[in-house]
């Protein structure tokens, strides 16, 4: 090798690279293809554990519960959504004031209803509704402050046409009733509602048909007196109660849309005394203008029939409904069957031009600082009135036979209101309402008749 | 009177007349085996009664199929990849006997299968037996064995070879079995989502199948695609099938539930299941050109190195079990 001269040494060293590049060059190109065949797979594997991850998050997020909250609450269901608790409420807070009474009533503030509710599902089958009464039981004019329950019920939801509800509800009879306490046009419902059972114990059937066309409910109940609470078995006698209710055009488009008629009714047996039994009547102003003698006794038949509608048409709201009360009472031995009966009629009118309806407004601009939106505002009028029977009047005053069962000196034979008001719904959340009611009276004074009540109301609802 | 009498008959006879439903609730890779045989038994059914049986078969990954049983789904038969989830119906729901595996010959198997290697045409990786699953560079592709029964499969099949290898013990067993998962780049929940991986991905180098689940592969993409290799050893997967009692007898189809499966063990069941490459229980049954399809390997017991299925389970796919430290040492 030494021998070589330095040309030939360059020679054998650039016929050497020229021998051994294709072999380099194969070697790199190899590798090359395997390095890119490793990255192609590392690419492949990523891609497939993005996708299964994608997979297994979209699976987990079908099984996950669903926890919302919303302008009606909180709840908290399970995937399939058969399982549900759900978080609402109903506060009202009222500031009574009467005109030209001569401090006959008093004025100030009430906490009407402080309501959190309860409810949910349990399967496909159960369903429950738990609402009890903060507001005590002074917030429904009945005297005394303890707490209450208002509704405690297990529905049993056979089918949409046949479910049954067991415990404390509302009667199915007044139509103003049913209405959300939270949706009422008026702050206080009307005279026909003192007429039918508030909150009843006992078991309803219930369902609707032909497209939810017609509903009914029927029912067997412990029994109320007019316009009052039950919540336990005074007399051990029971009430039937019942109702259909039709809505021929609820699924069509046409100006009937929002038309409802029915008819509902109870009958029922009832004796002994109390306020459980015997009613005692309310003007919307909420002070008592009728009782019975303390002496007199229900003592056998009670039975009421209420025909009721209402018609809504784009902002125009209509409710009317009759109650007829019907109640074999006693005194001193003498036997009377008394027939009240009430009815109103209540108009209203959505000025900002939402849809009036049964179940309330919807502000289509809710109220919200910083934005255009000052929610809706609902104009309403209502006209009713309450007449006692004239044969509760009649009959001796005085000693051991006394057999008149009211007094006319001192509780009103008939009461004839009159209202107007104004609903600003801040949000499907808050309503500020105020309204005035003039109520006049037809005896229920030593001389002369009871005083007219000029009721000016202003309620704070919050309910979500 | 008469007319009454008339419409009550004309509605019982329509009673009679309408098809009886019949569910069979099954896993993933028996698709194409039921199709046929619900097809072929109720012919035969209807024939020797007269009664017509809609029958519908409901698929999913087996261990998921079992808790929809417990959880309510009214399963008159259930066929699972494994007899540890129709265990679980009969311990949880108590809709069968907890000796159902012995109401049946062949452990209630009518049909076996195993675990044998899919790999890329030409097996470019020359993979031939377990031992190869641990090399460097080589992927392979499995589902995850707490959530697939197929997967199970796999994990046990690798888990025996290991313990058979000379010297072989558990120590030597989970030392294997934890490089052979540190080899597996993509845990899929179950074995079609493993399949899809494999073949529709294009990703690792080896897919351990059930047996079906690789002619079925070969048969859909074509043998230029894949090879089926069979490993020195593999395991003896008895696929169950049981009838669900409390349902039969709710339903009233407890004659055509116990026909149904012991179909699957005559001449017809035997020969569909070797169509849809499950080894039959009794191959002079079934089409000698379906059997000789089969590789011969020998094939162990899952009883004769784990004890029961019980047992396999609590120690290897329970939560803190061996399948979760090993992979835990993987990572």
Same mark, same amino acid.
């Given at each position: 090798?030494?021998?070589?001269?330095?040309?030939?040494?360059?020679?054998?060293?650039?016929?050497? #690279?020229?021998?051994?590049?294709?072999?380099? &060059?194969?070697?790199?190109?190899?590798?090359?293809?395997?390095?890119?065949?490793?990255?192609?797979?590392?690419?492949?594997?990523?891609?497939?554990?993005?996708?299964?991850?994608?997979?297994?998050?979209?699976?987990?997020?079908?099984?996950?519960?669903?926890?919302?909250?919303?302008?009606?609450?909180?709840?908290?269901?399970?995937?399939?959504?058969?399982?549900?608790?759900?978080?609402?409420?109903?506060?009202?807070?009222? &500031?009574?004031?009467?005109?030209?009474?001569?401090?006959? @009533?008093?004025?100030?503030?009430?906490?009407?209803?402080?309501?959190?509710?309860?409810?949910?599902?349990? $399967?496909?089958?159960?369903?429950?509704?738990?609402?009890?009464?903060?507001?005590?039981?002074?917030?429904? %004019?009945?005297?005394? #402050?303890?707490?209450?329950?208002?509704?405690?019920?297990?529905?049993?939801?056979?089918?949409?046409?046949?479910?049954?509800?067991?415990?404390?509800?509302?009667?199915?009879?007044?139509?103003?009733?049913?209405?959300?306490?939270?949706?009422?046009?008026?702050?206080?419902?009307? @005279?026909?509602?003192?007429?039918?059972?508030?909150?009843?114990?006992?078991?309803?059937?219930?369902?609707?048909?032909?497209?939810?066309?017609?509903?009914?409910?029927?029912?067997?109940?412990?029994?109320?007196?007019?316009?009052?609470?039950?919540?336990?078995?005074?007399?051990?006698?029971?009430?039937?109660?019942?109702?259909?209710?039709?809505?021929?055009?609820?699924?069509?488009?046409?100006?009937?849309?929002?038309?409802?008629?029915?008819?509902?009714?109870?009958?029922?047996?009832?004796?002994?005394?109390?306020?459980?039994?015997?009613?005692?009547?309310?003007?919307?102003?909420?002070?008592?203008? @009728?009782?019975?003698?303390?002496?007199?006794?229900?003592?056998?038949? &009670?039975?009421?029939?209420?025909?009721?509608?209402?018609?809504?048409?784009?902002?125009?709201?209509?409710?009317?409904?009759?109650?007829? *009360?019907?109640?074999?009472?006693?005194? #001193?031995?003498?036997?009377?069957?008394?027939?009240?009966?009430?009815? *109103?009629?209540?108009?209203?009118?959505?000025?900002? %031009?939402?849809?009036?309806?049964?179940?309330?407004?919807?502000?289509?601009?809710?109220?919200?600082?910083? !934005?255009?939106?000052?929610?809706?505002?609902?104009?309403?009028?209502?006209?009713?009135?309450? *007449?006692?029977?004239?044969?509760?009047?009649?009959?001796?005053?005085?000693?051991?036979?006394?057999?008149? @069962? #009211?007094?006319?000196?001192?509780?009103?034979?008939?009461?004839?209101?009159?209202?107007?008001?104004?609903?600003?719904?801040?949000?499907?959340?808050?309503?500020?309402? !105020?309204?005035?009611?003039?109520?006049?009276?037809?005896?229920?004074?030593?001389? $002369?008749?009871?005083?007219?009540?000029?009721?000016?109301?202003?309620?704070?609802?919050?309910?979500? | 009177?008469?007319?009454?009498?008339?419409?009550?008959?004309?509605?019982?006879?329509?009673?009679?007349?309408?098809?009886?439903?019949?569910?069979?609730?099954?896993?993933?890779?028996?698709?194409?085996?039921?199709?046929?045989?619900?097809?072929?038994?109720?012919?035969?059914?209807?024939?020797?009664?007269?009664?017509?049986?809609?029958?519908?078969?409901?698929?999913?990954?087996?261990?998921?199929?079992?808790?929809?049983?417990?959880?309510?789904?009214?399963?008159?038969?259930?066929?699972?990849?494994?007899?540890?989830?129709?265990?679980?119906?009969?311990?949880?729901?108590?809709?069968?006997?907890?000796?159902?595996?012995?109401?049946?010959?062949?452990?209630?198997?009518?049909?076996?299968?195993?675990?044998?290697?899919?790999?890329?045409?030409?097996?470019?990786?020359?993979?031939?037996?377990?031992?190869?699953?641990?090399?460097?560079?080589?992927?392979?592709?499995?589902?995850?064995?707490?959530?697939?029964?197929?997967?199970?499969?796999?994990?046990?099949?690798?888990?025996?070879?290991?313990?058979?290898?000379?010297?072989?013990?558990?120590?030597? +067993?989970?030392?294997?079995?934890?490089?052979?998962?540190?080899?597996?780049?993509?845990? /899929?929940?179950?074995?079609?989502?493993?399949?899809?991986?494999?073949?529709?991905?294009?990703?690792?180098?080896?897919?351990?199948?059930?047996?079906?689940?690789?002619?079925?592969?070969?048969?859909?993409?074509?043998? /230029?695609?894949?090879?089926?290799?069979?490993?020195?050893?593999?395991?003896?997967?008895?696929?169950?099938?049981?009838?669900?009692?409390?349902?039969?007898?709710?339903?009233?189809?407890?004659?055509?539930?116990?026909?149904?499966?012991?179909?699957?063990?005559?001449?017809?069941?035997?020969?569909?299941?070797?169509?849809?490459?499950?080894?039959?229980?009794?191959?002079?049954? +079934?089409?000698?050109?379906?059997?000789?399809?089969?590789?011969?390997?020998?094939?162990?017991?899952?009883?004769?190195?784990?004890?029961?299925?019980?047992?396999?389970?609590?120690?290897?796919?329970?939560?803190?079990?061996?399948?979760?430290?090993?992979?835990?040492?993987?990572?």
């Amino acid at each position: 090798m030494s021998r070589l001269t330095l040309p030939s040494r360059t020679l054998i060293s650039l016929l050497a #690279a020229a021998s051994f590049a294709p072999l380099a &060059h194969a070697q790199t190109a190899t590798s090359d293809k395997q390095r890119v065949e490793e990255l192609e797979q590392r690419l492949l594997i990523l891609e497939r554990k993005l996708e299964i991850q994608t997979e297994e998050a979209a699976t987990k997020a079908k099984e996950a519960p669903v926890v919302t909250a919303s302008d009606k609450g909180f709840s908290l269901k399970n995937a399939k959504g058969d399982y549900e608790i759900k978080f609402s409420a109903l506060a009202q807070i009222d &500031h009574r004031a009467f005109l030209d009474d001569d401090g006959a @009533f008093r004025d100030g503030f009430v906490t009407r209803r402080l309501r959190p509710t309860i409810q949910g599902s349990a $399967g496909k089958l159960v369903a429950f509704r738990f609402t009890p009464e903060f507001a005590g039981a002074n917030g429904v %004019g009945d005297g005394g #402050a303890t707490s209450a329950i208002v509704d405690a019920y297990f529905d049993l939801k056979f089918d949409p046409r046949a479910s049954l509800r067991i415990g404390k509800q509302k009667g199915p009879i007044g139509l103003e009733r049913l209405q959300s306490g939270g949706s009422i046009e008026l702050i206080e419902r009307g @005279f026909p509602t003192e007429l039918v059972p508030n909150r009843d114990l006992g078991v309803a059937l219930f369902g609707e048909f032909a497209n939810s066309t017609i509903n009914y409910t029927i029912g067997v109940f412990n029994g109320t007196a007019d316009g009052r609470d039950v919540s336990t078995a005074d007399d051990g006698l029971k009430e039937y109660e019942g109702r259909v209710f039709f809505e021929p055009f609820k699924n069509d488009f046409g100006a009937l849309k929002g038309l409802g008629f029915g008819i509902a009714g109870s009958t029922g047996a009832k004796d002994g005394n109390g306020n459980n039994l015997i009613a005692r009547y309310r003007t919307p102003g909420q002070n008592t203008f @009728f009782t019975y003698d303390a002496t007199v006794l229900a003592s056998g038949k &009670h039975s009421r029939y209420v025909p009721q509608a209402y018609y809504y048409y784009n902002s125009l709201g209509l409710l009317a409904e009759y109650a007829v *009360s019907e109640q074999d009472l006693t005194r #001193a031995g003498t036997e009377r069957t008394i027939k009240n009966d009430a009815y *109103s009629v209540t108009a209203s009118y959505v000025l900002t %031009g939402e849809d009036a309806s049964f179940k309330g407004i919807k502000p289509s601009a809710p109220y919200a600082i910083g !934005t255009d939106g000052w929610g809706a505002v609902e104009l309403v009028a209502r006209i009713g009135a309450l *007449s006692i029977d004239s044969a509760a009047f009649e009959g001796t005053t005085a000693g051991a036979t006394a057999n008149r @069962f #009211a007094n006319p000196a001192t509780q009103a034979k008939k009461a004839e209101s009159y209202g107007v008001g104004v609903n600003w719904l801040l949000t499907q959340n808050a309503k500020l309402s !105020t309204d005035f009611n003039f109520t006049q009276f037809d005896g229920g004074a030593a001389t $002369g008749d009871r005083r007219d009540e000029k009721a000016v109301f202003t309620r704070l609802t919050i309910q979500y | 009177m008469k007319r009454t009498l008339i419409v009550l008959a004309a509605a019982l006879l329509s009673t009679a007349a309408s098809a009886k439903d019949f569910l069979n609730v099954s896993y993933d890779p028996t698709r194409e085996l039921y199709k046929d045989v619900n097809t072929v038994f109720a012919a035969d059914w209807k024939a020797k009664t007269g009664e017509t049986l809609d029958i519908k078969t409901s698929h999913g990954g087996s261990g998921k199929q079992a808790r929809a049983v417990i959880d309510g789904l009214s399963a008159d038969v259930v066929t699972l990849a494994l007899a540890y989830d129709i265990d679980s119906i009969a311990e949880k729901a108590a809709l069968l006997p907890k000796d159902w595996q012995k109401r049946l010959p062949e452990n209630s198997s009518p049909y076996t299968s195993t675990i044998v290697f899919l790999v890329r045409k030409g097996n470019p990786k020359g993979i031939k037996d377990w031992g190869d699953l641990i090399k460097p560079g080589v992927k392979v592709i499995t589902p995850n064995p707490k959530t697939s029964g197929g997967a199970r499969w796999n994990y046990l099949a690798a888990w025996g070879w290991a313990l058979k290898q000379p010297g072989g013990s558990e120590a030597t +067993a989970k030392d294997y079995v934890t490089k052979l998962f540190a080899n597996v780049p993509v845990l /899929d929940t179950g074995a079609r989502g493993s399949t899809t991986t494999f073949v529709q991905r294009g990703i690792g180098d080896v897919l351990l199948a059930w047996e079906n689940e690789a002619f079925l592969s070969i048969n859909e993409l074509g043998p /230029d695609k894949f090879d089926i290799v069979a490993p020195s050893v593999s395991i003896l997967a008895e696929p169950p099938v049981a009838l669900v009692d409390k349902n039969v007898d709710k339903h009233g189809t407890r004659k055509a539930a116990e026909a149904y499966l012991n179909f699957l063990y005559g001449p017809q069941g035997q020969a569909l299941a070797a169509k849809h490459y499950y080894r039959p229980r009794k191959p002079e049954l +079934a089409a000698a050109a379906d059997v000789a399809r089969f590789p011969k390997l020998p094939l162990f017991t899952l009883e004769s190195v784990f004890g029961s299925w019980a047992k396999a389970q609590s120690t290897h796919f329970s939560d803190g079990g061996v399948f979760d430290q090993i992979t835990g040492a993987s990572k």
